[in-house]
């Protein structure tokens, strides 16, 4: 799946190609140079062995001054001969004609200060084996390098992507720094840093390209620290090698120890590089089987082709092929050989990434071939066109002394054919293309297409009827199968949907149970039952193609033959099978999305019915706040789900007296809410017949609901009249939180609480419960509330708590009896900023006032 690549990988990415990009043309002239001397450089008049700067051959221009095999160079030019650099200098900047002053000495100790007089090469490699070089070390790094380019900048966000386009830069490499003349100083340091980290990151990515592409490998799931062992080791010898190559080119006294250093290093390195070669092997051969899609093994097996024929080759000539005394470089034939095959490398690499569905190898084989073919057949015809026109029209008109009016006329035609058919030829050629495009791609053309446009459709289309006639079309014209018949199921059968070509009964069925695996033609099937005969029969069927789901077996498709009589090929039955799969994806998601259009239909009517029911139960709750002297009286719900099973209420007796209740039905929901309206009834029938005893109305209240409800089901509740003329408050608790009165003083404030009574109602059958009398005092506050008001909660499960819904109504001490209620709710949003509550918030508030 394309995700989003971050700006600092487009800032990464860009920054190697520039590098790589100036690594390879740097290169490229620096070995064009020195095969065709453009310089004219100096050739070196002896040659040196770095490990103690001894002379091991010399030219006749140093041995004329002197110098001879076994002396030990210590200065060139005045300076010492501290490195390589120092002796590639004279490659760099020196021409022939003029000195270079050499101070050295014998064996024996004996010091040599002489000048010699600089020559120019001896000789220089011959055009082809000019040819051969460039080919080598500038063509095909250069190819592989933008093939790399294509690769990165087409899929920047796949992680398999970037190890390609490492293992593409990796030819960089063939090209020795050494070669590099035109680039001394800083360049050529930076030169060898790249050239050694190309080295070390070129298998470290094939290694991790194996184990993660198309997917994890499974000998990394079980040995994921091979990759790491490997990777990092690998790197340790690379820092190794930026220790040694500084010795060895810069101060060979800086690095002790160095010759014997580096031969270890470059032993190990060399077993590390090796080593990832079979490990990468290990990994794709094994994903050839274990991959989890079909796609996926397509691509493994053309990246396993490629790997064999490209790697392998270039192993069998460079590796093998030496140990029985071939020598290949001397041969140009087989240089050209190993190249062209190594090219099948990088780009089955580029394939497997770029296309968006990989064809078998056999295909793209046969493809290839055919394609490969007609082109050079064209090409072919062209040429000896060419040479036929030139040969027998043209020449000979120049070598005859008598030349007849018809000669010169038939010369000027035969010419201007060949400049008609050169001038002509972009043209001509270009139709050519899309001829043999159209004739040798058709196949490949067509699969895509197909599967592309419906994949496409298939998440556009709602109707299953709009979806098989665009599958059933499209097969139709790509394959020209005039014949189709689709069966959808229906149930326990399969039931005829739509025919094309075929005049078919409108009720045809066939048992659901008929077994078709996968898509096959009749001829297939050897054993196949009755039902599966006959519908063969009816529909003249030659291929049945099953229409799978995730889940099951959406329906089928039959197909008859084709217009043309031609067999269904093995690659007619991959396409129909990749296309029956979709098509049955295809209807899956439109039964599945009919199917949440009607959940989604019935949602919006429960959500409307819950609506109507909270509207309801607004309704219970007092629409009129009795008005009282000497008293203030507010309250306020707020359901947790729209519904719920907080209560409270305020009742206004015939004798004077305020009832004043407040309850918590257990659960959530309809339910709760149902139990609260029958609470809500039976508490206002009691206490209107006997308002006067609490207790026994608190004990008949309990019995009716124990008998009226769910054994599960209970509620805490408290009941409360208050008599404004005394202010006497008589009240009963059956298991609720207690209520609270609050007198706010000029020293303080103090605490009441409203415990008494008994256990919660509806739980037990037979229960009593004790009533209390409280005489309150102006300026009194009476605080009903519900555990949602005290236990809100924060995103972190932090409780309100009591003291803070105290300390929120004690700042509105001196405001209406509506305002603290607004208080209390404010802080508590405040306090749980936002966090999603579970439980009903209730708050039911009297204040007692002076009479007025």
């Known amino acids: 799946m394309k995700t989003k690549t971050s700006p600092t990988a487009y800032v990464l990415l860009f920054l190697l190609i520039a590098i790589t990009l100036a690594y390879q043309l740097a290169g490229s002239v620096s070995q064009i140079d020195s095969l065709f001397d453009l310089r004219k450089h100096a050739r070196h008049p002896f040659e040196l062995d770095f490990n103690n700067f001894a002379i091991s051959q010399v030219y006749p221009e140093a041995q004329t001054a002197g110098i001879a095999k076994g002396d030990v160079v210590d200065e060139l030019d005045g300076r010492a001969l501290s490195g390589v650099y120092r002796w590639r200098e004279i490659t760099w900047y020196e021409h022939s004609g003029e000195v270079l002053r050499v101070k050295a000495h014998t064996q024996g100790g004996k010091t040599k200060d002489t000048n010699i007089l600089l020559q120019r090469p001896s000789s220089r490699p011959s055009f082809a084996e000019s040819a051969v070089i460039i080919f080598l070390r500038i063509v095909i790094p250069f190819f592989c390098l933008l093939l790399g380019y294509w690769v990165v900048l ?28 035109w680039w001394p100083g800083w360049w050529l340091t930076l030169r060898v840093v790249w050239h050694l ?3 070390a990151a070129g298998p470290i990515a094939l290694l991790w390209f194996g184990f993660y592409f198309p997917e994890r490998s499974r000998f990394d799931f079980r040995f994921p620290w091979v990759k790491w062992v490997i990777s990092v080791s690998i790197l ?30 470059s032993y190990v390195w060399s077993t590390l590089t090796v080593c990832c070669l079979p490990f990468y092997a290990l990994a794709v051969i094994d994903k050839l089987r274990s991959a989890s899609t079909a796609d996926a093994r397509r691509r493994m097996r053309v990246l396993t082709a490629g790997s064999a024929v490209g790697i392998g080759s270039a192993l069998v000539i460079w590796t093998i092929l030496p140990y029985f005394g071939v020598e290949p470089e001397k041969l140009q034939w087989l240089v050209y050989t190993s190249a062209l095959l190594f090219l099948t490398f990088p780009l089955s690499l580029a394939y497997v990434i770029i296309v968006q569905r990989a064809l078998d190898v056999r295909i793209l084989l046969r493809i290839g071939t055919k394609y490969a073919l007609a082109r050079t057949t064209l090409l072919i015809i062209e040429f000896v066109l060419a040479i036929v026109l030139i040969y027998y029209f043209i020449v000979p008109v120049f070598g005859r002394e008598h030349k ?20 002509l030829r972009g043209s001509v050629s270009s139709r050519l293309q899309n001829w043999l495009d159209r004739k040798f791609f058709r196949e490949a053309y067509n699969a895509e297409l197909l599967l592309t446009e419906l994949a496409e459709q298939a998440r556009r289309y709602k109707e299953p009827q709009t979806l098989l006639n665009t599958v059933a079309s ?13 069966f959808l199921r229906n149930g326990e059968r399969f039931q ?35 039902p599966a005969q006959q519908l063969l029969t009816e529909t003249n069927a030659e291929v049945v193609l099953p229409l799978q789901g995730r889940e099951r077996l959406m329906g089928l ?19 129909l099978g990749s296309v029956g799969t979709q098509t049955g994806l295809g209807l899956e998601i439109t039964e599945l999305a009919n199917s949440l259009a009607e959940e989604a239909a019935q949602r919006q009517r429960i959500v409307r019915e819950l609506e109507i029911a909270r509207e309801v139960q607004q309704r219970l709750f007092p629409q009129q706040i009795p008005v009282r002297d000497g008293i203030d009286l507010a309250g306020y719900c707020r359901p947790a789900l729209g519904v719920g099973g907080d209560y409270y209420d305020m009742i206004d007796f015939e004798d004077g007296r305020l009832g004043l209740a407040i309850g918590d039905v257990s659960g959530k929901g309809i339910s709760a809410a149902l139990l609260m309206a029958s609470l809500r009834a039976s508490l206002r029938g009691m206490a209107t017949d006997n308002p006067g005893h609490l207790a026994p109305l608190m004990k008949k209240l309990n019995r009716l609901v124990y008998e009226s409800s769910a054994a599960n089901r209970y509620a805490t509740f408290f009941f409360a009249t208050y008599q404004p003329q005394t202010r006497e408050l008589r009240y009963v608790n059956a298991g609720h939180n207690p209520p609270i009165v609050l007198r706010c003083s000029g020293q303080g404030r103090e605490v009441l609480r409203l415990e008494a009574g008994g256990p919660v109602i509806g739980l037990l059958r037979d229960l009593a419960y004790t009533e209390q009398t409280l005489r309150l005092q102006a300026g009194d506050i009476l605080i009903g509330y519900t555990d949602g008001i005290s236990e809100a909660m924060t995103t972190e499960d932090e409780e309100w708590g009591e003291e803070r819904m105290l300390g929120a109504a004690e700042t509105a001490c001196n405001k209406p009896a509506s305002e603290i209620i607004g208080r209390i709710f404010a802080a508590a949003d405040d306090f749980t900023a936002g966090a999603t509550q579970h439980d009903d918030m209730t708050l039911l508030v009297m204040k007692v006032t002076a009479p007025r």
């Open 197 to 199: 980290t190309l080295e």
């Open 236 to 265: 340790l010898c690379l820092a190794t090698a930026f220790w040694t190559d500084y010795g060895e080119w810069y101060d060979r006294a800086a690095v002790p120890w160095r010759s014997q250093v580096d031969l270890v290093n």
């Open 404 to 423: 007849h009016v018809w000669d010169v006329l038939l010369s000027l035609a035969a010419f201007t054919v060949l400049i008609w058919l050169f001038a």
């Open 557 to 575: 498709m039959t197909l008859g033959p084709k217009q043309s009589e031609e067999a269904y090929s093995a690659s007619d039955l991959r396409l």
């Open 474 to 486: 499209r097969i139709s014209e790509a394959l020209h199968v005039p014949q189709i018949a689709v």
């Open 154 to 181: 087409a899929r920047p966000w796949d992680r398999n992507a970037w190890f390609i386009f490492v293992l593409l830069a990796f030819p960089q490499s063939f090209s020795a720094v050494s070669s590099a003349i």
């Open 496 to 530: 005829l949907q739509q025919a094309i070509g075929l005049n078919l009964p409108a009720h045809i069925e066939i048992p659901a149970n008929l077994a078709v695996p996968r898509a096959g033609t009749r001829n297939g099937h050897s054993e196949i039952s009755k």
